[in-house]
Structures are given as structure tokens and as C-alpha cells.
């Protein structure tokens, strides 16, 4: 099956600096999504990029589809902003998730 | 609009005994999935249905897992018996069209 590949796996940050994670997959996709998994377990959608590039807030996702990575810029992060960021795949209308990004911001 | 709603949130049981997780979708949605994530690991499909269908269920473990979605609406997904490698969390989702795909907050099951 695809694999999906999130590096780094754990990021350490000072509250205010700028980061950029990135998400390589193996095959084709139909579509791409980026979550962030709070610490209650909670994931929620950050993006839906299937290519292009959108932002939302301090955050932004480009994704290029033919050279099969995506990437998610962190503006000027917050201690809110911790927790795993995970990129996940759709195929076949399933979600196949990589192993993440842990992320922690320090005050 | 409400979300994707779970229940149990939190299910601590013996090894061997058997524990159900319920799952309402988001009102319109035809797909429903499963996923299981274990501590540490990104979440993993265990089986999508579409409206009351199941469309993949391949890496569902049958002799111990079932799932169903009799109406297209609800799903109850069971672990019968239950081992100590199920200690996961069992995240619900929802989607309309395949593309954004919803979760809940997910049903935390610890067995001892």
C-alpha cells in the first residue's frame, strides 16, 4: 500500500518561532489532509489540499501533488499550537495516516 | 452542525471480555470509518462503511473485531474477546463526499 512519511518526528520550539513540517508519499493521491491531534486525543482537520497552496490564520499547507509531498508552515507558534500534526492520504476515500510530527512550544 | 459524536469515552476491561463502541456521524454523511490509533503511532483504518455497506474492511481482525451500520446511520463497533495489544484509542469519522473527513473524539480503551 502508499506510504506516508512525516518528518522531523518530534520538534521543539520557542514560543514565536517559525516551523515547517513536511509529508512525502509514495504514490499518487486523490487528496491530502493535515490534522492536528490535540492532547485529548481530539484530531482536528486543518486542511483539505489536494495541491496549491492555502493558509488559514498562522498557519499555511502547500501541497505538489507530481512531486508527492506536502508541507505545513507554523507562523509565530503558540503554546496551543503542540500536540502531533499528522498528514494522512486519501485513497480509495480512506485515510492513510503517517506517524507524525510531535510537536511541543515552550514558553 | 453537530459533530461526530462516541461513546464510551473511556472503557477499562479484563483481557477476554467483550466491550462495544457506538458512533453517531455527522447528519448527510453516507461514509462512516473506524480507526484504531495506538499510543505513539498515526491512526489506522479498520473499516469504512458506505451508507450500510462495507466497502473495506481488510485490516479489520474478523475473529475477534465486528462492525455494523444497519440503518446507514449509527455504528456499533465490537472487540470480543478483547487482548491486551487492543489498548488503543477507536476514532469514529465521517465524510459527505470522501473528500474532508470528520472525527469524533474518540472512545480510549485500556485492557488489563
Known amino acids: 500500500g502508499i506510504q506516508v512519511e512525516q518528518s522531523p518526528p518530534d520538534l521543539i520550539l520557542q514560543e514565536g518561532a517559525n516551523s515547517t513540517l513536511r509529508c512525502n508519499f509514495s504514490?499518487?493521491?486523490?487528496?491530502l489532509q493535515w490534522f492536528h491531534q490535540n492532547p485529548w486525543g481530539q484530531l482536528i482537520n486543518l486542511f483539505y489540499?489536494?495541491?496549491g497552496t492555502k493558509q488559514n490564520g498562522r498557519l499555511s499547507a502547500t501541497t505538489v501533488a507530481t512531486e508527492r509531498y506536502s508541507l505545513l508552515y507554523i507562523s509565530s507558534s503558540q503554546t496551543t499550537d503542540s500536540g502531533v500534526y499528522f498528514c494522512?492520504?486519501?485513497?480509495?476515500?480512506?485515510?492513510?495516516f503517517g506517524s507524525g510530527t510531535r510537536l511541543q512550544v515552550q514558553p | 452542525e453537530a459533530g461526530v459524536a462516541q461513546s464510551p469515552r473511556y472503557k477499562i476491561i479484563e483481557k477476554r471480555q467483550s466491550v462495544a463502541f457506538w458512533c453517531n456521524p455527522i447528519?448527510?454523511?453516507?461514509?462512516l470509518y473506524w480507526y484504531q490509533q495506538i499510543l505513539g503511532q498515526g491512526p489506522k483504518l479498520l473499516i469504512q462503511?458506505?451508507?450500510?455497506?462495507?466497502?473495506?474492511d481488510s485490516q479489520l481482525p474478523k475473529d475477534r473485531f465486528s462492525a455494523e451500520r444497519l440503518k446507514g446511520v449509527d455504528s456499533t463497533l465490537k472487540i470480543q474477546p478483547a487482548k491486551l495489544e487492543d489498548s488503543a484509542v477507536y476514532l469514529c469519522?465521517?465524510?459527505?463526499?470522501?473528500?474532508?473527513?470528520?472525527f469524533g473524539e474518540g472512545s480510549w480503551l485500556t485492557v488489563v
Open positions: 494522512a492520504v486519501v485513497v480509495r476515500r480512506a485515510l492513510t
Open positions: 489540499i489536494p495541491s
Open positions: 504514490d499518487s493521491v486523490n487528496n
Open positions: 469519522a465521517s465524510s459527505r463526499s470522501g473528500n474532508t473527513i470528520y
Open positions: 462503511f458506505q451508507n450500510n455497506g462495507v466497502v473495506d
Open positions: 447528519s448527510g454523511h453516507a461514509t
